[in-house]
């Protein structure tokens, strides 16, 4: 994919990420999941997520997310499934964006709009090899405003997340030795939250990270070295490329439409109370 469009897809990723993510952390899901009889942070996550694949169990979903001990996937999968089918988990969950969006008071201006250019986007996803992405794909639109809008930006989302996970694959790193790179290269999260998160003990972190002082892209301190901080860029200039797809097909006037109809939006969520752990920067301007 051509350069400028490796910088439509990384300028579109900093929005859209804040739009789809809320599913993860916010109260409005959490009680939803609890509603229909999920455990609302293993369970929750795990089945919400993995739902468009349809009864999967826990060996699919620790290789598709990647970063993930099968320990914390395993109380997940499937007894999500024992408490709710996959249609259910789907249903729930649009029930649960729009209730988010509606109590942070989202702009309906141009909802429709971006809609339909997101829907323009993924038109022009290549979805062969791209698992999430293209279950994603297959799954009808909800019914209801918003939560219409975060379905096609889910398809969006999971697009890059296959091609990351790819390139972490073809880099042949554990994930635990990933976790900690990234964790490194963060200015608030930290290893406490991977490791919570994901479930990998200490030996795990600390056997990662001795791997990685010897190959030379860790410093005694834990921080990246130049090698360590180089490979990190590497790897998110690539998944730009590979995210390419849809934002080559919108044009740059797409794409700077689209991130001035989702800015608002991503904006009125960061500021809800219970959606994000730690209130994340929201792009204050189309940078490609």
């Known amino acids: 994919m051509p350069v400028a469009a490796a910088r439509l897809a990384r300028a579109m ?27 609302p942070t293993a369970q929750g996550y795990f089945a919400g997520r993995a739902a468009p694949l349809g009864p999967v169990g826990p060996e699919v979903v620790t290789a598709l997310f990647f970063n993930f001990s099968p320990v914390v996937v395993g109380f997940g999968l499937p007894a999500a499934w024992e408490a709710a089918s996959p249609a259910e988990v789907l249903a729930a ?8 969006f509606v109590r942070a008071g989202a702009p309906t201006d141009g909802l429709e709009e971006a809609t339909a250019l997101a829907r323009d986007a993924v038109a ?17 639109p909800p019914g209801t405003p918003f939560a219409d809008l975060w379905q096609v930006l889910a ?21 635990v030795e990933v976790l900690v790179t990234y ?5 608030q999260l930290r290893r406490s939250f991977y490791q ?40 998110e200039d690539d998944t730009d490329r590979l995210a390419s797809g849809p934002y080559e097909t919108l044009g740059e006037g797409g794409c700077r439409r689209l991130f001035e109809l989702l800015q608002p939006i991503a ?17 204050d301007r189309f940078d490609a």
């Not at 809320?22 to 455990?39: K, N, V």
């Not at 398809?155 to 994930?175: C, I, N």
């Not at 964790?183 to 200015?187: F, N, T, V």
């Open 93 to 100: 969950r649009g029930r649960a964006m729009e209730a988010m």
């Open 196 to 235: 919570r998160t994901r479930l990998w003990d200490d030996q795990a972190w600390g056997a990662a990270e001795v791997r990685l002082q010897e190959r030379g892209w860790l410093d005694p301190a834990g921080g990246l070295t130049a090698r360590g901080q180089a490979w990190r860029q590497a790897l």
């Open 155 to 175: 398809t969006l989302r999971e697009h890059r997340g296959d091609g990351h996970v790819a390139l972490l694959t073809a880099s042949g790193l554990h994930p």
């Open 124 to 140: 022009g996803a290549d979805l062969v090899g791209r698992p999430l992405a293209a279950a994603n794909a297959a799954v009808p």
């Open 183 to 187: 964790a490194a290269s963060q200015d």
């Open 267 to 283: 904006s009125a969520v960061v500021a809800a109370e219970d959606v994000f752990p730690r209130p994340p920067a929201v792009p």
């Open 13 to 39: 990723h900093g929005v859209i990420e804040l739009v789809h993510t809320p599913l993860y952390f916010a109260r409005d899901a959490r009680e939803t999941w609890t509603g229909i009889g999920l455990e």
